[in-house]
């Protein structure tokens, strides 16, 4: 079927040209359907009309009460049901329920409160969302409902005796109660109900103080710069910083004026900030960082801050290089003022790129037509993942706005995986955010079939024309990859709980699908199958394509470090109580430590810091989530775009899971031979635990149960070593009981002890290992269990819980390895992020 239709504006008024030039711009199904406007699919009113998505209730605003009401009926019979029943597994699928019953109607509602054009089903859907609110608000304070789950999990033959997936999510939802102190006796769970609210109270006057334009006298700034703000009276008006204005002037002015520290604001802060600290002691944890990063791939603080300050030493040779290429720029417009300033990059940066990329952006619009664009979107997914998206009619009433397309997403052997609604072009009063919904979570059901995922993508595209179809930005472009890799997460997850189906996952874990695909989107292999001119059929050329990659990476490492600091400002903020000094104070030091553009007296930006609030002490996930994406492109992708075997495991290692598993990666790799690079995965973690070995004396019992069980799982799967250069020996692990029991085939060389392995990898020897049905592991509480009976460590390893130390298996790219040098592995990781 794919590429037989035509596109049905060339069959009507081209046809003449079409015939003449014989270039044929045919796209499939799906790329007709998003380059067509749709036609004759007035809203129907007297027909048969279904509700939104598909939900009989919500034909008019009246049934969000109907839904609501429904599912808060269901909510206490299943609340009934899991108070009485014995802890068992069934107790977590109670609990999956419940959550599903009240997410199903509150999602949805979530969705329509901002983007229904209609004011009545806006209001509608947001009075169901209060109401649910407050009943999830009492649900998380229902004592018996949190012993329910609290006596499955506190009795070790029963909590052992659940899967990890479902372990895992009784965790999640035990932590969710714990949050709210219902473990805590009451005297400490009222206070930890007031810290809430209050916590509450000061996010919302934060985030309103984030966006307060300041008033300034209009007499203290040069006369020149005046008619760039909102002049009133004696005063003029700074709403922001900017940041692109050409006038070096302006900018300094916008940077001084907007960030001169408001104290109700920075008092604000101070309050937030140690009321959030407060309520993360009173619930267990050493700070609120501490409890954020509970369940993140990260894990804990010291590991973020530890990321970012290898991330920063990697980057600040390259940034300070950019900033040098902007100091530049600046000296030849403004020869006397040419000092680079914190408010200069913005605008440098965008005029260096631009000279850079010679390539107007404008030209590349008529090759990304959104048609296109969906058709590599359907091709790239076929190829990789055997799936297709295929259009589908919605019925009236089911959409909330007429251009609003319906995609079903096949699989080609397992059949229809979700629904995706496509919510692509601007409209009056729609938020302009692209974004991924969550409508409805994937999730056995009680009679074993399978709840489909719905999912809305929300973009912000230009309508067609009368006589083009949508044209894309290549900015535009790689937004469409990038919400695309959300909605894959959510179409081809198969979690047995919707808790953690497709992108309820951790945050640091949750955007590494999306930008995964940005590497698709950027790779000329990918570029090349779909984009194509509207009009001609002509291809892109390659030339465009390596430009614009060339231009994305013009002063990438200073925005970069950018982010580092706010990332580190983030962790710091959220660290140890009391911190003896000002938030002011915090960020001069911080900002000279991780950016390198110096603070500038009587500002406080961090006033302005929004995300402080919706992603405390969890800023860094873009970053972390870079990074691994960034792995996984490389081990996977790079060679091959295309490669099926990849596109499968990639998804069965990390997408089928959803947040059902922690997101810590091990990416396989066949044995064969010579060994591909994927396969020194294994030695950088075997390098990183060994450094730690060998950094104490005693070297067994350093080891944690989760690295022992790394290791062990990892010995026992490796089933060939490939040695190149002069380096021939052979090691066993014989000391620790680490032993490679598969180990065949491979000439065996001179024995020789692991210290001595690991200082000849540490000056640059290249050696791999091969794993046989390797996959990703969690190394968490969840899989402990057979270790704890194996024989193979002799008894003498302590199982006991000690403090996490291996958090991030990664892959090597390289054949360096910096990470045996210090022991850490996380030195190969940032080498992954920035060597890009
Ligand atoms: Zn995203």
Redesign the pocket.
């Known amino acids: 079927m794919r590429g037989a239709m035509l596109c049905a504006r060339r069959l009507g008024g081209l046809r003449a040209r079409l015939g003449a030039r014989q270039v044929s711009t045919s796209w499939s199904p799906v790329g007709a359907a998003f380059n067509v406007r749709p036609q004759g699919r007035r809203l129907d009113l007297f027909g048969e009309r279904q509700g939104l998505f598909g939900v009989p209730t919500l034909r008019a605003p009246e049934g969000f009460r109907v839904a609501q009401e429904r599912a808060l009926r269901r909510t206490e019979q299943l609340v009934a049901r899991a108070c009485s029943l014995p802890p068992g597994p069934q107790t977590v699928l109670l609990f999956d329920e419940l959550s599903d019953a009240l997410c199903r109607v509150a999602d949805l509602a979530d969705f329509v409160r901002i983007a229904h054009p209609e004011a009545a089903f806006r209001e509608a859907a947001e009075e169901a969302c209060r109401s649910i609110g407050t009943a999830v608000e009492k649900l998380n304070t229902n004592v018996e409902l949190y012993q329910s789950l609290q006596k499955l999990l506190a009795d070790e033959r029963l909590a052992n005796s659940l899967d990890p997936e479902t372990r895992r999510v009784a965790e999640l939802f035990l932590f969710d109660f714990e949050i709210s102190g219902i473990h805590l006796d009451n005297d400490k769970r009222r206070r930890a109900v007031d810290l809430n609210v209050k916590i509450l109270d000061l996010s919302s006057t934060f985030l309103m103080g984030t966006n307060l334009p300041v008033k300034a006298e209009k007499h203290l700034l040069p006369e020149r710069v005046w008619h760039h703000f909102e002049v009133a009276g004696d005063h003029v008006v700074v709403d922001g910083l900017r940041a692109e204005a050409p006038d070096d002037l302006v900018r300094e002015a916008a940077y001084k004026i907007f960030l001169y520290p408001n104290a109700g604001q920075l008092k604000c802060l101070e309050e937030l900030l140690s009321n959030r600290d407060l309520l993360a002691k009173l619930v267990g944890y050493e700070s609120f960082s501490h409890r954020a990063l509970q369940g993140t791939m990260a894990r804990s603080p010291e590991t973020v801050m530890q990321f970012l300050e290898k991330l920063s030493d990697k980057l600040s040779e390259r940034t300070m290089k950019d900033f040098e290429m902007m100091r530049g720029m600046k000296m030849k417009l403004n020869p006397q003022n040419s000092e680079l300033m914190p408010w200069d990059p913005p605008y440098y940066s965008s005029l260096i790129r631009a000279e850079r990329s010679s390539v107007e952006p404008g030209a590349y619009g008529p090759f990304f037509s959104l048609g296109a664009c969906m058709d590599g979107l359907d091709v790239l997914l076929g190829r990789l993942l055997g799936v297709s998206l295929r259009v589908q009619q919605p019925a009236p009433g089911e959409v909330w706005a007429q251009d609003v397309r319906k995609l079903a997403v096949v699989h080609e052997s397992e059949g229809l995986l979700g629904y995706i609604y496509c919510d692509f072009f601007q409209r009056a009063d729609k938020p302009h955010q692209d974004?991924?919904f969550t409508i409805r979570g994937g999730r056995v059901r009680e009679d074993g079939s399978y709840q489909l995922p719905v999912v809305v993508l929300m973009l912000n595209l230009p309508q067609p024309s009368r006589d083009s179809p949508t044209l894309l930005t290549p900015g535009m472009m790689e937004n469409l990859f990038?919400?695309m890799?959300?909605a894959m997460h959510s179409m081809l997850g198969r979690t047995r709980y919707q808790h953690v189906t497709g992108t309820r996952c951790p945050t640091d874990f949750?955007?590494v699908p999306?930008?995964l695909m940005e590497y698709f989107a950027a790779d000329y292999r990918v570029v090349q199958q779909f984009a194509r001119h509207y009009q001609t059929g002509q291809s892109l050329p390659r030339s465009m394509v390596s430009r614009l990659c060339e231009s994305k990476k013009v002063c990438a490492a200073a925005d970069m470090q950018l982010q580092v600091f706010y990332a580190a400002l983030d962790q710091l903020y959220h660290g140890p109580h009391p911190r003896g000094r000002c938030t002011t104070d915090v960020l001069r030091a911080t900002q000279e430590r991780f950016y390198g553009l110096p603070y500038v007296p009587g500002t406080a930006w961090q006033l302005r810091f929004s995300h402080l609030v919706g992603y405390g002490a969890k800023y860094y996930s873009y970053l972390m989530s870079r990074a691994v994406a960034s792995m996984v492109w490389r081990e996977c992708f790079l060679q091959d775009p295309f490669n099926r075997a990849a596109g499968e495991r990639y998804r069965r290692e990390m997408l089928a899971h959803g947040g059902g598993k922690e997101p810590l990666l091990m990416v396989e790799g066949e044995p064969r031979e010579p060994l591909s690079r994927a396969s020194s995965a294994p030695l950088v973690l075997l390098l990183a635990l060994a450094g730690k070995l060998f950094a104490v004396p005693s070297a067994q019992s350093s080891l944690g149960r989760d690295e022992a069980l790394a290791v062990h799982s990892l010995c026992t799967r490796i089933h060939c070593v490939h040695i190149t250069r002069s380096f021939s020996h052979l090691f066993t692990w014989a000391i620790s009981g680490f032993s490679f029991p598969n180990l065949t085939n491979t000439p065996l060389g001179n024995t020789t002890s692991p210290q001595h392995l690991c200082r000849e990898m540490a000056i640059g020897y290249n050696v791999s290992f091969g794993l046989k049905n390797a996959s990703l592991f969690p190394v968490g509480k969840p899989c402990c269990a057979p270790v704890r009976n194996s024989k193979a460590w002799g008894g003498v390893l302590p199982i006991e819980q000690s403090e996490p130390n291996l958090v991030f298996l990664v892959t090597c790219h390289r054949t360096c390895f910096p990470v045996s040098r210090s022991g850490s592995f996380l030195g190969v990781f940032t080498d992954i992020l920035t060597v890009e």
């Open positions: 974004c991924h990038h919400e890799g959300h949750a955007e999306s930008i």
